[in-house]
Structure formats: C-alpha cells, structure tokens
C-alpha cells in the first residue's frame, strides 16, 4: 500500500515540496529559491528536480508515493490542469504543468490554487479541523483566501472564487494593486500596512521606528511588543479593517470557522483582540457567537500539507 | 402519483399561496392580507385556513397534493423547522410551524428562508436554470439574497448565510437598519434610493418630482422615464453601489450567474447599464467575462415557486 504523498509548494520566493503522510505530518522536507523570471524550461525542470531529489532524500520507495500534489498562486484553468498564469512565475504562461508531471512521475498529481490548497490543509489536520465550512484569508504581502462549503473547497465558477483580498470596503478609497479602489488588500496587507504606519509617522507620531524604506510589518510588530504606541496603533486599526472583512464574510458566507494566516498572524492578539472586537459589535449575534476565529495552525507548511491533501481528496483516499 | 405541491410566501404584506405542479408553473393562487402584529394563535389559523383554501379553490384531491413549502422572512433553526424570529411577524417567537403543518395536513412540510427559497424558485425554473452557483439579490425596502452552490442553497454554518444586504461597502459609511454602518443596503435598498434623491432634491437639484414623504422608489423610476435628470442620476448612482458589492461577490463567491430580484428591478436597463458597466471595470476578467447578471424572471412568484420547489428538491423528487 502507497502512504506518502508529495506536496509541492511554488512560492514566489521559494519552490517547497515535503513527503506527507496521510495524516497530513511531513517527513521530509526541501526547499530550493525560484528562478523567478526564468523561462518555462528552466523552472519545469527546478520542479522535476525539486521532486527527485525529496523522493532521493526521504529514500522512499516510488511504489511508495501516492501521488503529487501542486499548489500554485495565480490563475489555474477550472479543469485543474495548467497554469494560466502565475504571479510568481511570470514567464509562465498557459503551463500544463499536470499532464507534464503526470507524465514524468508516472503517479497522479492534482493542481490546485494556492490558498485553496492552504485552506485545505488547516481543514485537514490544521486550525479548522472537523469544520464542514470554512473560510481561510492569507495575509501576507498581498492577501488571498481559499473557501470550504459542505467539506469540499469552492473554486468559483470560473475558478476565482475566495479572492477575499480584493473584496471592496471602502468605495473610492485606497488604490489597490488589482487597479481597484478600496480593496481590503489595500488597507490590510503587510504592504498597506506599512504604507499607512509611514503615513502616521509623516503626520508627527512618534515612534521607536524611524521612517525609512526598510520599515517591515515585522519591524512594527517588534516595536508593538516594545510597546511602541504608533506600531501598537497600527496594528490596532489593521485589525478593524480587517474586522470589516471578516463581518461581510460572516454576512455572506457564514462559515463555521475563519482562520487568518500569513506573515501578519505574527501580530497574534495584537491584531486578533481588534478584529473580535469589531465582528461582535457589527456582525449578526447568530453568526458573531458561534463563527470561531482562528490563526492558522500549520503556518507555512499549510501549502505543501494542503496540496498533499487535495491529491489525497481528490483520489477520495479516507484519512 | 401526487402531482402538486402547495407554495406558502409569509409576506410583510400578504401571506400568499399557489397550487404548484411538479414543472414549477404555478395553477391556482390565493392571497390574503396578513394581520401583521396578531398574536400567534391567529396567524396560525391564517396560514392554515389559506391552505385549507387554496386546496379547495383548485379542486386537487389532497391525495393529488406532495407536500408544502413554506418560504418565511427571517430567521429559521438549523433544523429548518421553527421561525425563531420574523420582522413580518413580531409576535411570531419560536414557532415550529413545520410541526404544525404536518400534523395539520398530514403532508410532509419544508421551511425555508423566503430569500432562499425565491433564489431556488429562479435556479429551477426561472432566471438561474441550468446554473449550478447562484447569487440572488433581492433589492426592495431592504436587500435580502440567497445563495445556491454547487446545485444546492448555501444556508451557511448558523443558517444566516445570503446576507448580502448587510455587506459593508463603505466603512464608516451610511447607518443602516441593522445598526452597522456602510451597508449596501443603507445605499441601494428602495428605502435608501428615496433617501438619497431627497437629499438631492434638499441640496437643489431639479426635478418633476416635488420633494415630499410621499415619494416612492416606483415614481422616481416613472419620472426617470421621462426623462427627469435628477431620477436618472439616482438610479444611476443606485446601480453604482449595487455594482460594487457585485464585483464584491464575483470576488468571494464567483457564481454562474447573480439574479436581481425585487421591486427595483422594474428599473430594468436604468439600473442594469450601470452596474454591468462597473462590474466589468472593476471586477476580474476571468469572473467579470462568464458572470451572466440578470433579473428575476419569476418576479413576485419566485416565493412561492421556490417553497415548492424547495419541498420537491428536500424529497428528491426528480422534476
């Protein structure tokens, strides 16, 4: 019987695969950095490489492997079979990048959105674990999410559903990146983040941070733990926009679990004691009481252990 | 072979029923004025007696009748059994009127949300056939929706998914019913239409319509179609803010198609243009491109053709 799985993870900064088992724990893990701007050749061959070599150092046995599971940020055909185009891998377009590792790995191998894929692990064995329905935001430089309905994920129609971050709460308001106004994305990323922390400083505030370019969301988180005003300010007001989000989704979709996740978790309840706050003065009592707001669990690894886990799904494999 | 089922629509106006056949055309139909503040027992031995009525009037065997489906505002148990609360009957508190039908007429019985069962009215047989995700909006003096995945409603954890009137577009924006600021539907509601061309009026602009508390979403519409500029620019404006918590679920939910129902949708194209023009500058391509927005096409029937579409759908009766 085949009881490893390969998650592989194509993160913008790093291409991670890990051997998992079917109780979602890694074995054995690699990480290599992406050739970000490379041609499709160059990054089909890191991922082939990526995988041989995690197969090569965990000394499993290939009659071992049930099958690959890919995660990927961007835009992902709704067969689930190429990558339309990727953020991270800009060169990347219109990649059958199933069919190639079907091919070269002979196993079964499913593709999935990133976040989704995330979202899937903190359902499988992470924050949302026993949840039928769940809705998971990533906050990171940017911010995603992935949805769960009735115990399966929901793609959208046109695969595109669960883009939380640009989720409009502010009409006319900030630019977002998307070219929108008022996205989420543009209040609450680490990125709107610190734009809006340096606009503090600019009006006057005073801070243990100096204004500069090399400001980070960790950098005011640090300070935040020092008790720096400005920083704890910031990290306060991240937190009630991010509370505005979450009463839509809570209006919305309803979701039993919510689980926030990425770089900003970091904050803990500097950002979580905000966002309750918020749901529980706007959203409805019928949903405010019995929605469970979570950080994420399995952190990082959410993504090699999601994508491991929809292959296992989607193969209906029973954990 | 039972050929007909009953739709019961528990209306702030009337209660109304229809003999509905297995092809969701409605054959007989009853409406009677609901004593809106009356004490239970009354309202009660309304809804049975419209019942009773309606079998009556059609002249269908009750061996002839599958069941009944009860569509009702507000806020059902998870069970889909009791009206915990409804604002068309504030002296309705936890009524299991399911209980009471089928001990009553001896026929099975579902409730439902009546904005759910209006969204599975169009889904089967109305606007949204053939779709298997759907958003419906139903835009009168507040804004109700509901939410069909996957080819099933989307009731959400605590049964209060679909509250797409409550989704924040502006934070800090205008105050709405539910004590929140920055509804939708403190914006594009009926009500909130004829408040926000009031203000127009109160700060000068122009109009055949002449300033007063008689004013209803219906004569601006008649107005804008004779050309009254400051009617247009409201209904222009209304479907600006409609676009945006459109764009907002293309985002989160990214169904097949999203239904607008109610009585503003007697704008038609007034209201349309705008909102199909800035969901499509707004939105994302991959969604905006296969998203069909389009109005109810059962109108004020959908209530009772999804009740008994939703009783049909619980029994699995195939149709």
Redesign the interface.
């Known amino acids: 019987m085949s009881n490893y799985v390969i998650g592989v993870d194509l993160g913008g900064t790093n291409l991670k695969a890990g051997i998992v088992d079917k109780k979602g724990k890694i074995h054995s893990r690699l990480s290599i950095k992406t050739h970000y701007n490379a041609d499709p050749q160059t990054i089909s061959d890191q991922i082939f490489k990526l995988i041989h070599d995690i197969i090569m150092i965990a000394q499993v046995k290939t009659s071992d492997i049930v099958g690959i599971g890919l995660g990927s940020p961007g835009?992902i055909d709704k067969r689930g079979e190429t990558i339309l185009f990727s953020p991270n891998l800009p060169q990347w377009r219109n990649i059958p990048i199933k069919e190639m590792i079907t091919k070269r790995f002979v196993v079964p191998c499913v593709l999935e959105n990133d976040a989704n894929a995330a979202a899937w692990g903190e359902k499988w064995v992470g924050a949302a674990r026993e949840?039928?329905?769940v809705v998971m935001i990533t906050l990171g430089t940017g911010i995603g999410?992935g949805?769960i309905?009735?115990n399966?994920l929901?793609?959208?129609?046109?695969?595109?559903?669960?883009?939380?971050g640009?989720?409009?709460?502010?009409?006319d308001?900030r630019k977002c990146n998307?070219g929108?106004y008022g996205c989420i994305e543009a209040y609450a990323s680490a990125t709107a983040m610190v734009r809006r922390f340096k606009e503090l400083l600019k009006s006057g505030a005073v801070s243990l941070l100096k204004n500069s370019d090399e400001i980070t969301a960790k950098m005011i988180n640090d300070a935040a733990l020092q008790g720096d005003k400005a920083s704890l300010d910031i990290i306060k007001e991240t937190g009630q926009?991010l509370g505005?989000a979450l009463?839509?989704?809570?209006?919305?979709?309803?979701?039993?679990v919510i689980v926030l996740a990425g770089g900003m978790a970091a904050s803990g309840e500097l950002l979580m004691e905000p966002v309750r706050q918020l749901t529980k003065q706007?959203a409805?009592e019928?949903?405010y009481k019995?929605?469970k707001i979570v950080f994420s669990q399995l952190g990082n690894d959410a993504g090699i252990i999601g994508a491991a886990g929809c292959l296992l799904k989607e193969l209906e494999i029973s954990v």
């Open positions: 835009l949840a039928s329905s999410g949805i309905i009735d399966k929901w793609r959208g129609a046109n695969n595109v559903a669960g883009e939380i640009h989720m409009v709460i502010q009409k308001g998307c929108n926009y505005i009463v839509n989704i809570m209006h919305i979709v309803n979701p039993e706007k409805f019928a949903s019995d929605t």
